[in-house]
């Protein structure tokens, strides 16, 4: 076991970016787990290629832990090569569960934290952590971000909304019965720019694929989306009194079809009805 060296901030103040980015990466990828008589552990298991944040996992932690390694076969790999950060210390343990990281299984549980935290650093380790950084099939930047918390999937929509003027719905999809949260083209490379600023803590890999974002042009001959028209409780009240597409159209400056969607969205109860006045 190594004793780390001294650190200028209090352990885990989620106003300085390493902590908060440092937190998220605990959440998505940390196992928090106890035992009787006040026993427990916290564990980080990766890829060995990225051993050196395990590194620097430990240089932020004034308290006794290890980094090991570990060659293994997974439902993945016929061999995959890990490292694993472990720290046993209870005052650890307490304040990292203080900040809303749950003992045993987490994933939907997880949220962003309730003590103020440095957003960009924090959303940036979910998407090293859970997250893809790169190009599509296509040649296009995306960023991405795959996750079964809703607390989570929701602020980086509020966020990424505020850095890009995109918005998103949340809809879990069937099959896993999770959220894939995607941008492209100049959002990407706006959210990209932001999350990854230069000399930030980061994995080096997704670092690398984040910077090259920015030499993407986009083709002459492509065209730019129409930004989407949200709904509002106003507009759907006018829809349900109508109840008539295209005379709601005309109300309202939006087309048949649309107004037909959404008329059909409220009827059947996947839009909420909004409140009577």
Excluded at 68 to 96: D, G, K, V, Y
Excluded at 102 to 122: L, V
């Amino acid at each position: 076991m190594a004793e780390c060296e001294p650190i200028a901030h209090q352990f885990m103040n989620l106003a300085v970016p390493e902590y908060a980015y440092m937190f998220g990466f605990l959440q998505a990828d940390g196992h928090l787990s106890q035992q009787s008589r006040q026993r427990g552990r916290l564990t980080v298991e990766i890829n060995a290629k990225d051993i050196d944040l395990l590194r620097e996992f430990q240089r932020l932690t004034p308290y006794n832990s290890s980094i090991t390694e570990r060659t293994r076969s997974t439902n993945f790999a016929e061999t995959a090569h890990s490292a694993i950060w472990r720290t046993c210390s209870l005052e650890a343990r307490t304040r990292l569960n203080e900040l809303r990281l749950p003992y045993g299984r987490k994933s939907k549980d997880i949220a962003p934290p309730r003590a103020e935290f440095a957003a960009c650093d924090y959303l940036r380790c979910v998407i090293d952590a859970d997250g893809s950084v790169g190009y599509t099939s296509q040649g296009l930047p995306f960023i991405s971000l795959t996750t079964a918390s809703t607390s989570i999937a929701a602020y980086l929509c509020f966020y990424a909304g505020k850095i890009t003027g995109a918005e998103r719905t949340l809809k879990r999809n069937a099959r896993d019965d999770i959220f894939n949260i995607l941008y492209t083209k100049e959002n990407a490379q706006k959210l990209a720019a932001h999350l990854y600023y230069k000399g930030c803590l980061a994995l080096e890999r997704k670092k690398t694929a984040a910077d090259s974002l920015s030499t993407w042009v986009r083709p002459a001959g492509m065209r730019i989306a129409p930004e989407r028209r949200r709904w509002t409780a106003w507009e759907d009240r006018v829809l349900l009194t109508l109840n008539d597409d295209a005379a709601a159209a005309k109300e309202l400056g939006r087309t048949e079809k649309s107004c037909y969607i959404r008329l059909w969205r409220l009827r059947t109860g996947q839009a909420a009805i909004p409140a009577k006045r």
